[in-house]
C-alpha cells in the first residue's frame, strides 16, 4: 500500500466549513481509502491507497466532502516519500527557530511567474522566506497572522496554496512513521 498525505484547505477555520474528523474518517473508509487518520481538526488526513494518483486522491477526498458536507474544498495529496522531502528541503532547519514560526506552504503546482521582487518588499523583521519548486517556506519570528507575505501568497505566487506550520508537519510525519 503507498501511504498518502492529503491536506484539505479551509475546512474548520473560525467556524466554517466544519468537518468533524470522525464522519471524515468514515466517509473516506465507505469510498475505499484505508487505514484513514486524522491529526487535529485542519484538514490533515493520512490514508492507504493503491493505483491511485495524487490527483485521483484530490478529487476523491473532495468530492467526499462535497457529498457529505456540502462543499467543495481544495486538497493537496503527496506520497509519504513527497512529504519527507518537503521536511527535509525546509531552508531553515539548520538554524534553531520555534517550529511554530516556520510555516510550509504546499503549492498546487510549481509556480511559472512568482512575485519575489514584491515579496521582498514587504520582508518584515525576522521574516525570510524561499521557494523551492511546489513548496514555499516561510519564517514568520512575528506569526503568520501578521505576515504580509503570507496574506497574499497565492496572489504573489500565482498557484493554489495551503500551509502547516513546522510542528504540524512533523507531528504529520511522526504518525507515519507508526
Not at 487505514?35 to 495524487?54: E, F, K, W
Not at 525546509?90 to 510555516?103: G, L, Y
Not at 521557494?131 to 503568520?144: C, E, I, Q, Y
Request: glycine content about 8%.
Amino acid at each position: 500500500m503507498t501511504q498518502w498525505i492529503a491536506l484539505i484547505r479551509g475546512i474548520n477555520v473560525g467556524g466554517n466549513n466544519v468537518v468533524p474528523m470522525k464522519a471524515l474518517r468514515d466517509l473516506l473508509g465507505q469510498r475505499g481509502f484505508s487505514t484513514v487518520r486524522t491529526y487535529i481538526q485542519s484538514g490533515n488526513c493520512i490514508l492507504d491507497a493503491d493505483d491511485m494518483t495524487a490527483a485521483e486522491i484530490e478529487t476523491g477526498i473532495a468530492s467526499v466532502i462535497e457529498d457529505g458536507f456540502g462543499f467543495r474544498p481544495d486538497v493537496m495529496a503527496f506520497t509519504a516519500t513527497d512529504f519527507a522531502s518537503a521536511i527535509a528541503r525546509n531552508p531553515f532547519a539548520a538554524r534553531k527557530f520555534d517550529p511554530k514560526h516556520t510555516h510550509i506552504f504546499f503549492l498546487d503546482k510549481t509556480p511559472a511567474r512568482p512575485d519575489i521582487d514584491a515579496m521582498n518588499r514587504l520582508l518584515q523583521p525576522g521574516e525570510a522566506f524561499e521557494l523551492r519548486d511546489r513548496l514555499f517556506f516561510l519564517r514568520a519570528s512575528n506569526g503568520v497572522g501578521r505576515s504580509k507575505i503570507a496574506a497574499r501568497i497565492e496572489r504573489f505566487l500565482g498557484v493554489t496554496a495551503t500551509s502547516r506550520n513546522l510542528n504540524t508537519v512533523q507531528k504529520i510525519q511522526a504518525l507515519l512513521d507508526t
